[in-house]
């Protein structure tokens, strides 16, 4: 009798281990157990630079007041024995709002002005010849005093930001693939290696050209650190807790994001804040030894004996082991479906079929305009009259409303409709805030900050959804040619609004059409709530359904 029940439980087992797909695996092994949470925080000290390096120039690249150096002037006794403030006045002439001159000086003292204000408009100006003198009260050094990338040289300044991302950008194609050809383990320790070095180095730039390199490579690596660390942790947990993985932990981008203005404000020396925010890579790169593969991608590529072993320690850290002896190794190579492991991937397989030419050109859309949306918005938006330290805290506090938002609007209605939503709705903010007066100030303000919202709401939902979207084996290159695209967007950003020197509602027409046009394609992408995520491109290709009742009931 007992062998009788005996083989019927084996029976059982056997039938629905056939019937299993890898998501069901991870849900029997406990989808967010304690193995998944480790793994999540293993990362969050490499993920805490993310942030501070993405937004490190408002502090690093601030351009601090200042006037012409006139402390080497030389004009004889008369000169000499003027004070300070006096020596100001004949030298440098006033500007409208009554500030000193940033960037001109008096061709030769004009000691009358000490006497009578004047008309200045008429006396021969010159550009600073021997230098600037700034305002360390915010500051104590940044890249415009230590290399005076001020007035004419201003552009170099700004230009920083620029380089960084394209480093961003074209990091997010390289490691894209790397992550999909070698695994994401090993190509998320390139990406901390990369970024640890460059970042600490850049520290030590003796020149301005240097340390623009230096930045250049810093964002290379850091781009696949943002890639890597989200499709692994979204790779490991089941259906019902991608979104929570996805979106409210992404709670991390926001928390840091406040918190990096108080590190700025006790490090207010540029080497030292570079070094600092960089120094959690350190941390990162010990935690790396203890990160497991993805085990959805070492399935998806042939490797089945190594997803086994990370199984195996998944089960036993979140007591499953009972459920993995009788998930051998025979019934995991043949049950999951498995892409031929000599096969190698590239982005030209990204448009290859037609419906994954179809999902790479509506991704590619929507990152495209959110991106470039998104950033417009912010370069609207009038600051918060407060100093720098304190917007930026704001700015990062504002995040979580739509993070929180995101995360139940996921599960409620849906990651197409969110995502298409908030598109529509800040594109509606922005339309709205094109016929308020601009004596209405705080309307506008308001407006403003809701479109802010829900841009922000649509740039951060667009990572778990596109990650949901595409196959394991092209994961990361779908992703990180959507990332390229998105950069693009960034940069593109700035010059769009510089076209309000040809009509000053343009910039705003052009956003509204981008954001409408995102909320458009999203429309025509697929469902992904409580659907398997695709394991190769014939999963894409024949489309997966949602599971059903039935279905799970079988599980």
């Known amino acids: 009798m007992w062998d009788a029940k005996l083989w019927i439980r084996m029976d059982v087992v056997a039938s629905f281990i056939f019937k299993m797909k890898f998501d069901d695996i991870l849900e029997e092994l406990n989808g967010m157990g304690r193995f998944q949470i480790t793994t999540i925080l293993l990362m969050i000290a490499a993920r805490m630079t993310l942030p501070f390096h993405y937004l490190l120039n408002n502090f690093i690249a ?312 998104y950033y417009g918005i912010s370069l609207n938006i009038d600051g918060f009259g407060v100093n720098i330290y304190l917007t930026q805290f704001i700015y990062g506090a504002i995040e979580v409303p739509a993070v929180v938002f995101v995360f139940f609007s996921f599960d409620k209605i849906g990651r197409k409709l969110t995502q298409a939503g908030t598109q529509f709705l800040t594109g509606l903010c922005i339309l709205c805030n094109m016929f308020i007066p601009q004596d209405k100030g705080p309307f506008q303000t308001t407006v403003g900050a809701l479109g802010k919202m829900f841009a922000e709401a649509a740039y951060g939902s667009v990572f778990l959804y596109t990650t949901e979207l595409y196959p394991t084996v092209l994961r990361q290159n779908g992703v990180g040619f959507c990332y390229v695209l998105g950069q693009i967007g960034v940069a593109v950003s700035p010059i769009i609004s510089l076209l309000d020197e040809v009509w000053g509602r343009l910039p705003s027409i052009v956003f509204i059409l981008l954001a409408f046009a995102a909320g458009l394609s999203t429309l025509v992408l697929r469902e992904t709530r409580n659907v398997r995520l695709p394991e190769t491109i014939e999963d894409v290709e024949q489309t997966r359904s949602v599971s059903t009742p039935e279905e799970k009931s079988q599980l």
């Open 62 to 373: 601030a351009v601090p007041s200042h006037h012409c150096d006139i402390t080497s002037l030389d004009y004889g006794d008369a000169f000499r024995n003027l004070s300070h403030e006096e020596r100001l006045i004949v030298s440098i002439p006033v500007q409208v709002d009554g500030t000193l001159s940033s960037c001109q000086m008096f061709a030769e003292p004009q000691y009358h002005l000490l006497i009578e204000s004047s008309n200045i408009t008429d006396l021969p100006t010159v550009p600073c010849q021997n230098g600037w003198m700034y305002d360390n009260t915010t500051f104590k050094s940044t890249l415009a005093t230590e290399w005076d990338l001020v007035c004419d040289k201003r552009g170099l300044n700004k230009a920083t930001a620029t380089i960084f991302f394209i480093g961003v950008m074209l990091g997010a194609a390289v490691f894209g693939y790397l992550s999909d050809r070698f695994g994401r383990k090993r190509a998320l320790l390139v990406s901390y290696v990369t970024s640890t070095v460059f970042g600490f180095t850049s520290a030590f730039s003796s020149n301005f050209i240097m340390f623009a390199a230096l930045r250049f490579f810093t964002g290379f690596g850091l781009s696949g650190i943002g890639l890597i660390t989200v499709a692994l942790r979204v790779e490991w947990v089941d259906v019902k807790h991608r979104n929570a993985v996805g979106n409210l932990l992404g709670l991390d981008w926001s928390i840091f994001t406040a918190l990096l203005p108080v590190v700025a404000y006790f490090v207010n020396d540029w080497r030292y804040l570079v070094a600092t925010v960089t120094s959690p890579l350190c941390l990162g790169i010990i935690c790396w030894w203890w990160l497991p593969e993805s085990a959805r991608w070492l399935i998806s590529n042939g490797k089945v004996e190594s997803a086994h072993f990370y199984l195996t320690k998944c089960a036993k850290v979140n007591g499953r082991e009972q459920f993995m002896a009788d998930l051998n190794l025979e019934v995991l190579s043949k049950e999951i479906p498995v892409e031929n492991e000599n096969r190698k991937y590239s982005y030209l397989d990204l448009v290859r079929t037609p419906r994954m030419r179809r999902l790479t050109l509506l991704t590619g859309t929507v990152w495209f305009a959110a991106a470039c949306t």
